[in-house]
């Protein structure tokens, strides 16, 4: 039996997903923007899902805008804020433990001439009070995320958007929201653009959305056919829209699934204090559904593979930095030792009590043969 626990890096695809879109790729092939009745009704299940996603967040359907996948909504929504904003100002500030294609792009603005300040987290934590004080009346756009993917640290961003609005209203506020959505509740409060992404929910990977405020000033990075009001030019992926639709509906529970998910995470940090070499690097208020944790003396690939060959399966780090240190736990400063042997586990719906004692009794089992192997 497979034990996967790594689903921040990408989760299995429900059947009620993979059947919304197997239902739409046999039956629905028109092209929405066709004039007949073929593409009208594909049209329409194209519509429902973003209605379906729109209820999910709060916000009205012509606010959300579907994307090939998270990585493109934080490209879209960063470039477009910060280059519609140049004519009267050049900061942008970001958190120092962003997802790659939110630092990565905040990076790449510099070549633009803009100037970023990172704020880098304390014990884990960003303190909303240390964004909030440095905007000024220059600074073009505040990036952060709602949820850290190797720690599940957690920002309030609702917040911190509106207390970036009363000092500077025209400052524009990203969220990536990609491992919060419907996961963590969000009241989208003052943030003008949100990313979230399929794969994450049990979705197909390869579908992702950007949430638009009405009347956001967002300049274009993409030139096409005009579908999505412009803002993501292509023809639509309605198979994968309707996927990730279908998962939403069955995320739809968000404080019962996190209930049943956070008993997961104490059953697994009650049996992980057993171990003395054992150091959590998650901190306190992160969400449920990640911990992430040193196994202190053991490099993190050995004991990877180690359960990998249990048929446990965790991570290392972020699965999109491949095997390199982690950067989250690198701007919390915590020693090498720590970093070289951190493991993340992530929890997704399906996981039960028994993905965590196959966990807890291969973790016991590398602390025994792997301690032979070093003698
Ligand atoms: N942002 C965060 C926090 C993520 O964890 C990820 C994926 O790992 C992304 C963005 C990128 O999403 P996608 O894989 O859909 O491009």
Redesign the pocket.
């Known amino acids: 039996m497979v034990h996967y626990l790594d689903n921040?890096?990408?989760t299995p695809v429900s059947e009620k997903s993979a059947e919304a879109v197997m239902e739409i790729l046999r039956d629905y092939y028109g092209n929405p923007s066709s004039l007949y009745s073929i593409g009208i009704k594909a049209s329409k299940k194209y519509e429902h899902a973003r209605e379906v996603i729109a209820e999910s967040l709060g916000c009205r359907p012509e606010e959300i805008f579907f994307t090939?996948?998270?990585?493109?909504?934080?490209n879209l929504a960063i470039f477009g804020a910060a280059r519609a904003r140049k004519a009267w100002g050049n900061e942008v500030i970001v958190t120092g433990y962003?997802?790659?294609?939110?630092q990565n792009t905040v990076d790449a603005l510099k070549d633009e001439g803009f100037e970023v300040i990172t704020i880098a987290p304390k014990n884990g934590v960003i303190e909303p009070e240390e964004i909030i004080s440095h905007v000024s009346p220059k600074t073009v756009l505040v990036t952060a995320?709602m949820?850290?993917?190797?720690t599940g640290a957690m920002l309030d961003v609702p917040y911190i958007s509106k207390k970036v609005k009363e000092i500077n209203k025209r400052t524009a506020v990203h969220c990536?929201?990609?491992?919060?959505y419907m996961k963590e509740k969000i009241d989208l409060a003052a943030i003008d653009t949100l990313?979230a992404?399929?794969?994450?929910i049990n979705a197909p990977?390869?579908?992702?959305i950007l949430y638009m405020r009405k009347g956001f000033n967002l300049r274009k990075t993409q030139f096409g056919g005009g579908q999505e009001k412009g803002i993501r030019s292509g023809t639509e992926n309605i198979a994968f829209a309707c996927g990730f639709a279908a998962a939403v509906e069955e995320h739809k529970d968000i404080e019962g699934n996190a209930r049943k998910i956070a008993a997961l995470k104490a059953m697994l940090t009650e049996g992980l204090g057993e171990f003395d070499n054992v150091t959590i690097n998650s901190p306190e208020s992160s969400t449920p559904y990640v911990l992430n944790f040193s196994f202190e003396g053991y490099r993190s690939e050995t004991v990877l593979h180690f359960l990998e060959a249990r048929d446990v399966y965790v991570s290392s780090g972020?699965?999109?930095s491949k095997g390199e240190r982690s950067h989250t736990l690198e701007a919390m400063k915590l020693p090498s030792k720590l970093v070289d042997s951190a493991i993340r586990v992530s929890f997704g719906l399906q996981n039960t009590e028994d993905d965590v004692k196959a966990l807890l009794d291969g973790l016991r089992e590398a602390g025994q043969s792997l301690m032979k192997a070093k003698r």
Request: glycine share 16%; proline share 3%.
């Open positions: 921040a890096a990408t090939g996948c998270g990585t493109e909504s934080n962003e997802h790659p294609s939110v995320m949820v850290n993917n190797e990536d929201f990609v491992q919060g990313s992404s399929g794969h994450k990977k390869g579908i992702g972020s699965a999109c």
